[in-house]
């Protein structure tokens, strides 16, 4: 116990002698200790070592800050080290000191539907006055990361992240100067900027809706319903860059997937027969471990399946959660624009059909499509709802099949029903030709006047509004006596009939239904109704009517004012009739 407080009395004022900053001359006799670990530590101090003990301890320091901004191990850390690999518990001034200073974080509350932020919640957002949508969003004023600064991409967000986080590998740029836009687009062509997707009728068709190919560095977002085909149709995207075409060689694609295992993708593939070996596969959900891999393979395009389920670990929140979400996007954003890699994300809806997250993430990304098609239907259509790029007026029309998504040929027949001529059973049909996008669409109404019926009116696929308007002008302006029945709208395959091209064609309908005079077969109805009884015309008339003539059929009820116009563009195969009002309508069709 003797020995044992005496040890204690040495070491105690050596430490003392240590952290004190002026030099003093202690004399201490030499003592064999031991303790084998101490003994490295506590060695005999001697004057001449004494008095440079305050210049050793702020090298030292200074050498401990190098070391931890620099990533490496500290030098007392690599002097504790033991033989077997572990460490013993030395004196760390960062484990006792407690009065870091920590970013303060600032809370705001962002509209999911439109994106406006407000300091404080309101029961309603004061931009689109939609209730309940405010979500509460934090954002640190101070990054975390060492060394890094402050990103709060598109418009602030979310905890402070280094901008180098997962981008270190990322070739540094100079000072950039402006440049001159006609140094900039001299030589270059449309066929060299875009990364095609031909030869065959999908690349066609999915390089059409994105504006004529895929534009590198671009950050695209697809978004539709659970089970729509999103996979699907990003595997099959990745297939054909990945094989190339005449104009670029085979050239490796990444497909990452948070959701599925890389067996679970590869069975995918081999059931729709894709075979490309240049097409490389990768689970994980740890974004800046995403692109290390993407960086080591250098993809002709990243495939991420999906933003929900990424994260970043220096993001405070889950994967799927706002926070995670905006930034894990807004580091792609710079991998993409940085590497000129384009990246495809896949991004889940809500339940009103919009892409989960704030509503930013949208305005965050170049391209945004979205896969429609009804639950119980084989038939998808691909929208383009946002494209920096391209037009937003195209549309793609595929089917689902065993082998993957196919498109199809002739969009019209999937909204059309066999008819007969001559047929009571038919009566209240009537063809539609309405506009979605740039391309044109036959899609058939149907009406049901059912006199004595205890439900006055139902429609379905067409807005409520509209139908009431409509069968208001026919009982005012036409004469007809229609308010003793009950009526019935739909429109067959479930398409939703929004622009008023359709009006003309819903009249036809109900009359029909009404008049039980079946509408002959070929006949199609293009035109609005005012109320007045008028027939007014709608914007692209030509192509209506070009589209009509190429399905096969022989006659086109149209507003009396283009009558003539569209004649002249000798259209031999089908009938150019004229309408000033409703009851010239009914003359022409139903007599």
């Not at 199809?408 to 049909?429: E, F, H, K, M, R």
């Not at 008339?541 to 563009?569: D, I, Y």
Request: net charge positive.
């Amino acid at each position: 116990m003797k020995c044992f407080r005496c040890f204690y009395t040495r070491v105690h004022s050596h430490l003392l002698l240590r952290s004190s900053s002026s030099p003093v001359t202690v004399p201490v006799p030499p003592v064999r200790l031991r303790f084998r670990r101490l003994s490295s530590i506590f060695e005999p101090v001697s004057d001449q070592t004494v008095n440079s003990t305050s210049d050793e301890v702020t090298e030292r320091r200074r050498i401990a800050n190098d070391a931890s901004f620099s990533g490496e191990e500290k030098p007392e850390e690599k002097s504790r080290k033991s033989k077997s690999g572990g460490f013993t518990r030395g004196w760390d001034p960062g484990e006792v000191v407690m009065n870091k200073k920590k970013g303060k974080v600032k809370t705001s509350w962002v509209c999911e539907s439109c994106g406006h932020s407000e300091g404080q919640w309101w029961g309603s957002c004061r931009a689109c006055n939609k209730v309940g949508t405010m979500r509460r969003f934090s954002e640190a004023s101070e990054s975390r990361g060492s060394g890094g600064g402050n990103f709060s991409g598109g418009g602030g967000g979310g905890s402070g992240v280094s901008e180098s986080s997962g981008l270190s590998w990322l070739p540094e740029q100079g000072v950039v100067q402006p440049l001159k836009l006609s140094s900039v687009i001299d030589g270059i062509t449309q066929q060299q900027w875009r990364i095609s997707l031909r030869p065959g009728l999908f690349g066609n068709e999915v390089g059409r809706v994105l504006g004529g190919g895929l534009a590198p560095g671009s950050l695209i977002l697809i978004g539709g319903d659970p089970g729509i085909g999103k996979s699907t149709l990003l595997l099959q995207i990745a297939s054909i860059i990945a094989e190339g075409n005449d104009s670029a060689q085979p050239a490796p694609v990444l497909y990452v997937s948070g959701e599925e295992s890389v067996d679970q993708i590869g069975s995918r593939a081999d059931r729709m027969k894709i075979e490309t070996d240049e097409l490389y596969l990768f689970s994980s959900s740890d974004l800046q471990d995403i692109l290390r891999k993407a960086h080591r393979l250098s993809p002709r395009a990243l495939i991420i399946d999906s933003i929900q389920t990424v994260y970043l670990k220096e993001v405070t929140g889950s994967a799927g959660g706002l926070t995670q979400v905006k930034e894990c996007t807004s580091t792609l954003l710079r991998f993409a624009k940085k590497s000129n890699v384009p990246v495809f994300l896949v991004g889940h809806v809500t339940k009103a059909g919009d892409i989960a997250g704030p509503r930013v993430l949208e305005h965050i990304v170049d391209v945004v499509l979205y896969m429609e098609g009804e639950e119980h239907s084989a038939y998808r259509l691909l929208r383009s709802v946002k494209n920096r790029f391209g037009s937003t007026d195209e549309l793609g029309v595929f089917e689902m099949a065993q082998s993957g998504l196919e498109v199809v040929s002739n969009p019209s027949g999937i909204y059309l029903s066999q008819q007969n001529l001559d047929s009571d059973v038919l009566a209240g049909l009537a063809v539609a030709v309405v506009m979605d996008g740039s391309r044109s669409f036959l899609i058939e109404v149907q009406a049901l006047c059912a006199p004595g019926s205890t439900v006055s009116r139902h429609v379905n696929g067409v807005q409520a509004s509209r139908a009431d308007m409509i069968i208001a002008v026919l009982m005012k302006q036409a004469g007809l006596r229609i308010q003793e029945s009950g009526i019935f709208l739909n429109v067959a395959n479930g398409m939703a009939l929004s622009e008023t091209a359709g009006d003309l064609a819903i009249a036809a309908a109900i009359c029909s239904s009404f008049l039980e005079f079946p509408i002959p077969n070929g006949v199609a109805f293009i035109g609005e109704i005012g109320l007045g009884g008028e027939v007014r015309t709608v914007p692209r008339m030509e192509k209506r009517v070009s589209t009509v003539a190429k399905l096969g059929f022989t006659k086109c009820v149209v507003p009396k004012s283009v009558e003539k116009s569209l004649k002249a563009l000798d259209l031999k195969d089908v009938e150019i009739i004229g309408c000033k009002n409703l009851k010239d309508l009914i003359n022409a069709v139903f007599r």
